[in-house]
């Protein structure tokens, strides 16, 4: 049974950087594409970031480019979102996604506001 635990959201004021963390088990991690969605309220599901098998191809939604870096670490069985330079448009529940496994996590909360 595939399980993703998301971890680190929080709030945070315009400007802030937050660090999010998704722990994965019950899967082969380092063989799967992992991504992070986000949806805020009264709005769909969107893509936030997504990262390769390798980590050396990753692709970003447009809002979000050069603000936000995903990454990967297999060892920990882990993947991250730093966000930097948050605006209040990206309050949101963010959530992991492993795609080829159709695995979600429960989400995690952010909040940009002054």
């Known amino acids: 049974q595939v399980q993703l635990v998301e971890s680190g959201g929080g709030w945070v004021q315009p400007g802030g950087s937050l660090r999010l963390s998704c722990a994965a088990s019950g899967l082969a991690f380092s063989m799967y594409v992992m991504s992070w969605y986000r949806q805020a309220p ?6 936030v970031a997504r990262i390769s098998t390798t980590g050396a191809s990753t692709d970003y939604g447009d809002s979000v480019k050069g603000r936000f870096t995903i990454s990967r670490d297999d060892g920990k069985f882990t993947v991250y979102l730093q966000m930097n330079d ?3 448009e990206d309050t949101a529940e963010y959530y992991c996604h492993a795609p080829a496994r159709k695995a979600w996590g429960k ?3 952010v ?3 002054s």
């Open 42 to 47: 009264g709005k769909e599901r969107e893509l």
């Open 86 to 88: 948050l605006k209040t």
């Open 107 to 109: 989400g995690t909360q």
């Open 111 to 113: 909040a940009v506001s």
